[in-house]
């Protein structure tokens, strides 16, 4: 990490169109794209992830796509390792870092560091893990935001380890909220200009509806196939859409629903970001029509 190597940050909720926008502002740029999105680290699980298109990764040159396996995992410390090397390439290279994604604690890592968060307590989480087993993950949820709502509201009630962990956190003293608003505000690690897409609501949501329909009937059931052909059962923090999509591979879910469902996670996924988003100190939202020029000539002025 170079606090000298000016970047760019084009973030925003899914389905806002930040692929498309930064392909076209890359090549105004000579820019090459750095993927801050948690879901497109993993090899395989394409279709559902809604990664960039063949043609669009010709078009621009993308780093940290399919850096992990499924069932691996990813957290914001690594993610922030291999962005700070594939950034010191890039501008070794002479070419523009153009980070891209709407995963809001990547982009915080990136941009300001790790959070300073309580430790791991191994009997903590074992006591934890044995109440969810016992009265169901939900009522580990609604502790969680009777402790923190902000926190319970970022993550899903299903999503175990991170419900756990923000537990864990709160019992250190500070709620996992108050840490990452606390760290919104450190030192920087680069220079950047932040920009995120914000279109009208009832725009994002018809899109997030095409996108839930065109991910349900392109693959993602072959994808889940593979998955279940792999590892017997659906492995741990897949990506949005799999574990329904695994659902109706096992005859759980009917497959005329599947792309409802996908479209009512993206929704909720979408409205996490934003909040998240939105506490972001240095943030600048962008309304559509987006003009490619005028964002090229925004992320080249980083302060």
Known sequence: MDAKVAIAVLAGPTAS??????????GLLGAEIVSADSQQVYRG??????KP??????AAPHHLLDVAEPGEGMDAARFASLADQAIADIAARGRFPLVVGGTGLYLRTLLHGVVAAPGRDPALRARLEEEA?????GALHARLAAMDPAAAARIRPNDLVRVVRALEIAAGGRTQSELFAAH??????YRYRLLALDPPRE???????????AIARGGILEEARALVARFGAAPPRLPIGYAEAVA???????????????????????????IWLRREPDVEWLRP??????VARMCRTAP
């Open 53 to 58: 298109s063949a043609e669009e990764r010709a």
């Open 289 to 294: 029509p987006f003009d490619a020029v005028a």
């Open 184 to 189: 919104g505000f450190a030192e920087r690690r």
């Open 203 to 213: 725009e994002l949501h018809r899109r997030i509806v095409a996108r839930a329909q």
């Open 133 to 137: 087993a016992r009265h169901g993950r």
């Open 45 to 50: 699980l394409d279709v559902g992830t809604a």
């Open 17 to 26: 169109g930040k692929t498309s926008l930064a392909v076209e502002v890359a």
């Open 248 to 274: 109706c591979v096992r005859g759980e879910l009917a497959p005329e629903d599947l792309a409802g469902r996908i479209a009512m996670l993206h929704r909720r996924y979408a409205r996490r970001q934003v």
